[in-house]
């Protein structure tokens, strides 16, 4: 189907708009989690990259993983602004409004627009299925993310952003907004993976205090050797560092073994996760690596290695995800994808041992 949408009209005296340019951000593997707390970032005036690709983990919750692309496994229950970015000042907290729905989209936009009000953005969950700009518009159901910026309840317009491609920065009517974001998201069989999670008038405020450090060398070290530490304690209830990774690469094969396909389903939403933190943090690591010296040749070294881990979860997700089906049958495959990406966490983290070390 082909999207059809509003453009940008001139507000009316009565818009509610934040102010200043909202950015789009993105990068190849993340997904609309990474992109919008990105764009709050930027508005902040913060670098994205800093921010998210500071923290590098592997976090494992057992039956806690949802079908949503912007799942992540929170270290603190519900923020995920501070589960992503443990060394800042930043934190989130979801909202769910006691206003009408579909039927009443104005008293529904209510809680919205005293956020815009005092001139802070939003980050709303919504279905693809009933955005205009979207590819999946009128096809398929999906749970996703979009920021919010502006409300024109006198022109019946939303002004939103989104960084994921096809990129999109502009007014959609606010009845479709309502729809997607008042979605139940249906079981889908064209995405599984993003589908049957309800969407239920969500939405996310992200708070950034002060002071905010700024990443110098000093702070990028304390920061990796705090990375390493967490790698290599143990893991509890949460399956956490290389114990958890080879906890959680078990239980995946274990499920093949089996016949089990659930783990193998959670593995291309989770997943997700880990990989976009990694080549995040892999691309910060070689902004610093750019650096003259003997330490910034190791961080190069050291980015490209946690750069070939996030591009191992490729193999891993996509298997496990078309082994749904029989999960006997991608074992092997299955096996040999596990084995690579463990390796490659073993080897990028022994060169960022190295470059702590010399930092």
């Given at each position: 189907m082909t999207a059809t949408y509003q453009a940008s009209a001139a507000p009316s005296p009565g818009a509610v708009k934040v102010a200043g340019p909202v950015e789009h951000w993105c990068r190849d593997l993340v997904s609309c989690l990474q992109s919008t707390f990105a764009t709050v970032l930027a508005h902040a005036g913060h670098d994205p990259l800093e921010v998210l690709g500071a923290h590098w983990e592997f976090r494992y919750k057992p039956g806690d993983v949802r079908t949503e692309e912007f799942y992540y496994p929170c270290a603190v229950a519900g923020d995920l602004a501070a589960s992503l970015a443990p060394h800042y000042p930043v934190s989130s907290s979801w909202h769910q409004?006691?206003?009408?729905?579909?039927?009443d989209p104005v008293a529904a936009m209510d809680e919205i627009i005293a956020v815009l009000d005092e001139d802070h953005l939003v980050i709303a969950a919504v279905d693809n299925y009933y955005l205009p700009f979207r590819p999946a518009f009128?096809?398929?159901?999906?749970?996703?993310?979009?920021?919010?910026?502006?409300?024109?309840?006198?022109?019946?317009?939303?002004?939103?952003?989104?960084?994921?491609?096809?990129?999109?920065?502009?007014?959609?009517?606010?009845?479709d907004f309502v729809r997607a974001w008042s979605s139940g998201n249906p079981a889908d069989v064209q995405d599984v993976f993003f589908s049957d999670a309800r969407i239920d008038r969500r939405f996310m405020t992200v708070k950034i205090?002060?002071?905010?450090?700024?990443?110098?060398?000093?702070?990028?070290?304390?920061?990796?050797?705090?990375?390493?530490?967490?790698?290599?304690?143990?893991?509890?209830?949460?399956?956490?560092?290389?114990?958890?990774?080879?906890?959680?690469?078990?239980?995946?094969?274990?499920?093949?073994?089996?016949?089990?396909?659930?783990?193998?389903?959670?593995?291309?939403?989770?997943?997700?996760?880990?990989?976009?933190?990694?080549?995040?943090?892999?691309?910060?690591?070689?902004?610093?690596?750019?650096?003259?010296?003997?330490?910034?040749?190791?961080?190069?070294?050291?980015?490209?290695?946690?750069?070939?881990?996030?591009?191992?979860?490729?193999?891993?997700?996509?298997?496990?995800?078309?082994?749904?089906?029989?999960?006997?049958?991608?074992?092997?495959?299955?096996?040999?994808?596990?084995?690579?990406l463990r390796h490659r966490y073993d080897l990028a983290l022994a060169s960022l041992d190295e470059a702590v070390e010399l930092m």
């Open positions: 409004p006691a206003g009408a729905g579909t039927e009128g096809d398929v159901h999906a749970a996703h993310l979009i920021v919010v910026f502006g409300v024109d309840l006198e022109l019946g317009l939303i002004y939103v952003s989104d960084a994921m491609p096809p990129a999109f920065r502009g007014s959609i009517p606010v009845a205090e002060e002071p905010f450090p700024v990443l110098d060398r000093a702070m990028l070290r304390t920061v990796l050797a705090s990375n390493l530490a967490a790698f290599r304690a143990g893991s509890g209830l949460d399956w956490t560092g290389l114990d958890g990774l080879g906890r959680f690469l078990a239980a995946l094969l274990d499920a093949c073994a089996s016949g089990d396909g659930r783990l193998l389903a959670e593995t291309y939403p989770f997943g997700w996760g880990m990989q976009a933190q990694a080549s995040l943090h892999a691309e910060l690591l070689r902004r610093f690596g750019t650096e003259p010296g003997q330490p910034a040749t190791c961080l190069r070294e050291a980015a490209r290695l946690v750069e070939a881990t996030a591009n191992a979860w490729t193999g891993l997700r996509m298997t496990a995800a078309h082994g749904l089906a029989d999960p006997a049958a991608c074992a092997r495959d299955l096996t040999r994808h596990a084995a690579a």
